[in-house]
Structures are given as C-alpha cells and as structure tokens.
C-alpha cells in the first residue's frame, strides 16, 4: 500500500500561498504526473510529500498512515531532483550507495547487490566508478535515479529530472522512465512543467495554476474535455484557440456569434448555465480549410497572416476581426501569407467556457 492522499493540503511562506487547499489522491503504484506554469506550487507540494518542507495544514497520507509529521526518512520516499545532487567527491556507486546507508541497516553485501540490481536496470553498470564530472547529463540523471531506485521506495518523487536533458536525450529518457515505473512498480509523482513530457508519462495528470487544482483526468480526457479555460490553453501545442464571443440558447443548441463568424453548436440542452457571453475555444487541428464551400456548413472566412511549416503539418495563423486563429493545415499545402480562406470547425470539437473560465460545453 503506498498511495498518497492529500486532503486540504496547504502550504504558505508567510504571505505566499504556494500551495492552496490541495486534494489529491493517488493509486496504488500509479504514475501521476503534475504540471503547471512556474511558481504554480508543484516542487512546494512534492517537497511536502517528501518531508522536506513543513504542512501549514491539511493532511497527508501516504499508505493510509498520516505522515504530516513523520521524518523524512520514516516515510520511505525517494526524490530525485533538477540539478541530480550528486556527491561530486563519490563515485556513482558510492553515491547510490549513501541513498541506502542512511536509511538502513542492510549489510554491506545487500547493499551492493542492490546498486548492482539498479545499474542493471538503468543500463549504467560501467558507469559505476566514475564521479559526476566524468559523467555526461543524461548518465549523471541515471545515477541519481539509481540512488533512488536502491532504496526500493513506496513512493517515487521526480521534480524536473529531466530539464537539464538536451530534448534528443529527454524523449529517450522519458521512455526509460515509463521502463523503470514497470519494472520498480512505486507510486511515482513526477513534476514538471512541460506538457508533452506530463502527458506523454502520466496514467493520470494534475494540472496546477495559482497553488491549486484545475484538473487531474488520463491525458486523452484531460486534452478533450479541458473543465476550465486555463487547462484548455495549457494542455496542447499550439495552444487551443480561445475567442470572446456571444451566446444566443435556444432549445437544443446555442449559437455562439463572433464579430468574423457565427456557429450553431448543436448539444446545448445538456448544459445548465446559459450565460449570453463567453469563450468560444477549438484546437488548430479541429479547424480546417473548406475546399468546396457550396458542400459545407458553418463555414467563415479568415485571412492568412503567418505561416509556420511544423514538418507535419502547416501552421496558419489567421485574422478573424480582432482576433487570430491557428489552424492546422496539410503539409506542403501552397497557401501564402495574404490569401483569403474559408474555414470549418469540427462539430464535436467545440469548447465553450463562461467568463469565470469554467467549461459549459463540449
Ligand atoms: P517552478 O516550476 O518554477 O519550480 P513550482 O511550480 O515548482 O515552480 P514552487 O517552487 O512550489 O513552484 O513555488 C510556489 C510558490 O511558492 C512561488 O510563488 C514561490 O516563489 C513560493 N516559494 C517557494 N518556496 C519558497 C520559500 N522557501 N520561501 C518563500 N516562498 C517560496
């Protein structure tokens, strides 16, 4: 049993509210992963967990126990952090080995069968010897995980590990993680602030903003069905389009009546809140030119102000009024900055959220 569960979780700095009433509850052996912005409470609220930093109130559990006030080493937690702090005067295996030392009483036998296990693991059993500077980053991140592996912990904590990673080494690192998580099975909670990384690894992800929670879903759920404004914008690259728009219900559908363009959206009547303004939002890839426009509905016109070639795909940006949409088109399309198009939004794709940035449709 080694689940956390944090219930009006707190923590200030004296006027700093870092993290704000926070409840969050993790699976047993579950890998959840927190995301937000910087300064947004996600190494405040691993810090917590870990013992590092006091509880101003509220409660935490780890494996049904309340550890508030638990040392950290009573708590069976392991952290890997940013910067790896290593001992650079240590070799891996030495620094692997204090992890243990200082929360155990194994022999010396078991203790070197374990960093021999977790190099095994980690793929860095040559490594062993050398200190961090004759390391590069991407092994010096294997041995501090390796230290953390050693002490067989409960619960894995992982702030940033891979930020100081060139982006080739991250993505290779992040498949290795998921590799680890299988194979060491701990409850891990995995900080950062970068959103492919959080949806790439996460079972389930928690998005921070401002101290607290907007949103903890599976990534597919979290990407399409975004509960508040700000995770819509969050979550996703280029970020989800987001227009201010009116809102005129009628009976089963509302129409949603920008300066450029006006769209009916259809599945109104499950929605309660009926306010008569609010945020249209559609991703750039739930946008698409319209060749044919005596075949389509609910079409408007936009003119191409920018165009970026993402390899994949081609990124338009487009003024309609006031305001700019990004729409994904087809890669090596011919369109040129200055042609007018005629765009169409997905109609299951549509977000509508109220001024106070909460969903009301979707
Ligand atoms: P980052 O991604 O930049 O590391 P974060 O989401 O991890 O940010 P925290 O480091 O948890 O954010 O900080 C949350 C808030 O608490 C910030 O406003 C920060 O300035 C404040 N804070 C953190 N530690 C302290 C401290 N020891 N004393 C005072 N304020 C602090």
Known sequence: MSDITMTGLTKRFDDVTAVDNID?????????????????????????????????????????????????KARNVAMVFQNYALYPHMTGSQNMKFGMKSVSDYTDEEI???????????????????????????????????????????????????????AKLRVQMRAELLQI?????????YVTHDQTEAMTLGDRVAVLNDGHIEQVDPPQALYDYPSTRFVAEFIGSPAMNTLPVSLQWEGHAVDAVHDSFELSLPRAETFDARPDSGIFGARPEDISLVRNVEEATQTFEAEVTVTEPLGESLLLHCSVGDDELRVKAEARSTIEVGDVVELTVD???????D????????
């Open 347 to 353: 109609e299951d794709r549509f977000h509508v959220f």
């Open 181 to 189: 998580h299988r194979e060491i099975d701990a409850t891990t909670l």
């Open 112 to 166: 070197d069968q374990r960093v021999q296990d977790a190099a095994d693991i980690l793929d860095i059993p040559d490594l062993l010897d050398r200190k961090p500077a004759e390391l590069s980053g991407g092994e010096r991140q294997r041995v501090a995980i390796g230290r953390a592996i050693v002490r067989e912990p409960d619960v894995f904590l992982l702030d940033e590990p891979l930020s100081n990673l060139d």
């Open 355 to 362: 001024s106070a940035g909460e969903a009301i449709y979707h």
């Open 24 to 72: 969050l509850e993790t699976h047993d052996g579950e890998f959840l992963a927190l995301v937000g912005p910087s300064g947004c409470g996600k190494s405040t609220t691993l810090r917590m967990i870990a013992g590092l930093e006091s509880i101003t109130s509220g409660e935490l559990k780890i494996g049904g126990q309340v550890v508030n006030d638990l040392e950290p």
